[in-house]
T-cell receptor, first 113, second 114 residues
Framework: GDSVTQMEGPVTLSEEAFLTINCTYT??????LFWYVQYPGEGLQLLLK?????DKGSNKGFEATYRKETTSFHLEKGSVQVSDSAVYFC????????????FGKGITLSVRP | KAGVTQTPRYLIKTRGQQVTLSCSPI?????VSWYQQTPGQGLQFLFE???????NKGNFPGRFSGRQFSNSRSEMNVSTLELGDSALYLC?????????????FGPGTRLTVL
């Protein structure tokens, strides 16, 4: 079945540092790929998405490129802020007629001032 | 536009009891999905409803059930609660059922089973 693997956490960075969070997936067909963020005490918010190979999703300075050849969707940000501290989830969905999301384990990011 | 709302936000039950959680989707959204979030298992898909019909179901025992009403509001029920059912239950809504449509999540219901 479909699966998503994220790098182990937690990750602690200083403000303005470069961020990379690795995500690889296993799926049949051509899934859509997503990054969700969860702030303390809240539900998940969609951060960015990509629906086909070589698409780049971007939002709030975060970027991720859908790499079919390496089955990856790594999240990057050039300069993190304290307000980026949260849990980040990589996810995929089958582009067929259901919207079930398969999530990675999530990784906690803490950014120090 | 109001977001997805879930009630109650917190719930404490004892083993063997049953519980019902409620989700009101964003106005106009007809698809509602439910997820269980635990520290050990992460986020796991429970089921999806569209136009009052269950479209998809995750790998959970029959104690977990759900339904959707004609106004798209959804409820999930867990019977004969076990300690392992303690989790954050998240509801998500979208206008359609395709994997391409964006899902919007509610804040969740935190269930504690004692």
């Amino acid at each position: 079945g479909d699966s998503v693997t994220q790098m182990e956490g937690p990750v602690t960075l200083s403000e303005e540092a470069f961020l990379t969070i690795n995500c690889t997936y296993t799926a049949t067909g051509y899934p859509s790929l997503f990054w969700y963020v969860q702030y303390p005490g809240e539900g998940l918010q969609l951060l960015l998405k990509a629906t086909k190979a070589d698409d780049k999703g971007s939002n709030k300075g975060f970027e991720a490129t859908y790499r079919k050849e390496t089955t990856s969707f790594h999240l990057e940000k050039g300069s993190v802020q304290v307000s980026d501290s949260a849990v980040y989830f990589c996810a995929l969905s089958d582009t067929g007629a259901n919207s079930k999301l398969t999530f990675g384990k999530g990784i906690t990011l803490s950014v120090r001032p | 536009k109001a977001g997805v709302t879930q009630t109650p936000r917190y719930l404490i039950k004892t083993r063997g009891q049953q519980v019902t959680l409620s989700c009101s989707p964003i106005s106009g959204h007809r698809s509602v999905s439910w997820y269980q979030q635990t520290p050990g298992q992460g986020l796991q898909f429970l089921f999806e409803y569209f136009s009052e019909t269950q479209r998809n179901k995750g790998n959970f025992p029959g104690r977990f059930s759900g339904r959707q009403f004609s106004n798209s509001r959804s409820e999930m029920n867990v019977s004969t609660l076990e300690l392992g059912d303690s989790a954050l239950y998240l509801c998500a809504s979208s206008w359609g059922t395709s994997g391409l449509t964006e899902q919007f999540f509610g804040p969740g219901t935190r269930l504690t089973v004692l």
